[in-house]
């Protein structure tokens, strides 16, 4: 996917504020007038989001689900991970459904999500991102069709200071070609919690990794691939999209380019290897 711009549509969403304080009121009544138009309470989708220490991000991430362009009846959860700032105040405000996880990682977090969610599908999504209008309706339908449990699409970065456009363009277009040889054989391995769809019924069976095991995605839908196909969602309009923090945190863009292109080549042989298992702790 080579774009070489952001988005127009995430723009209405990118508030500047840096902290719960500065949110003025009249957001938080734009965001809940919005959800009160889209969202239900008899869902056939439950968008499930866990959050830690997300107070201005998760409002960022709920606007753009406030805007989902759709007929599917869904709902929104939040799931408080433990946080330490004010990412409860924050989604107090807003008309979604809140829980909270005092266990601290996304599988915990997601693991009460679904055991609490009222839709027979369940939407994986993550506090720091912007969902396009079409999501919801691209994974779903692809949700829908016969022997499928799982699908998951892809996500794109936002250009920041030291990160242009172009570069982060180069870095999604080989993600993407290493996505496709992983398919093949290990398409759990493409799979993330940012977007990700599955079949609550199943995933309840499964259950999500009960500790703060990083990679708890690929292995729930590893283990879901017992009860049918995994399927990836390659629409450009399914894309969602987020700040490039992870590649930040390794140094410059080259840095983190470098860094991930060494891991993958360490890797490489195993994509192709259907019988290499994947496991991890389950408390």
């Known amino acids: 996917m080579l774009t070489l711009k952001n988005p127009n549509w995430i723009n209405e ?46 409002l960022r991430s709920l606007a753009s689900l406030s805007m989902l362009d759709t007929e599917i009846p869904y709902e929104i959860i939040v799931v408080n991970n433990n946080s330490t700032d004010k990412t409860k105040d924050t989604i107090a405000k807003l008309q979604i459904r809140s829980l909270f996880e005092e266990r601290q990682g996304a599988g915990p977090a997601r693991q009460t999500g679904q055991e609490n969610a009222k839709g027979k599908y369940v939407l994986c999504a993550d506090a720091d991102c912007f969902y396009p209008p079409n999501w919801i309706d691209k994974m779903v339908f692809a949700l829908q069709k016969n022997g499928v449990v799982v699908v998951f699409g892809r996500y794109a970065f936002i250009s920041e200071p030291g990160f242009p456009r172009w570069q982060l363009a180069i870095h999604e277009t080989l993600r993407n070609i290493i996505a496709e040889i992983r398919n093949i054989k ?31 995605d690929g292995v729930f839908t590893y283990d879901m691939m017992k009860y049918g196909k995994v399927v990836p969602i390659k629409s450009k309009k399914a894309v969602v999209w987020t700040f490039p923090r992870a590649l930040q945190r390794d140094g410059t863009f080259f840095q983190a380019f470098i860094i991930r292109i060494k891991r993958e080549l360490g890797r490489f042989g195993i994509f192709f290897n259907s019988k290499v298992k994947y496991h991890a702790p389950r408390e």
């Open 13 to 58: 969403f990118c508030y500047p504020y840096k902290c719960f304080e500065d949110i003025p009121q009249h957001v938080f009544e734009n965001i809940n007038s919005n959800l009160d138009k889209r969202t239900s309470k008899n869902p056939l989708v439950s968008i499930v989001i866990p959050a830690w220490n997300e107070e201005v991000n998760i």
């Open 186 to 216: 290990r398409p759990y391995l493409n799979s993330g919690g940012a977007s990700m769809g599955y079949i609550k019924e199943y995933g309840l069976k499964v259950g999500f990794i009960k500790s703060g095991f990083r990679e708890e």
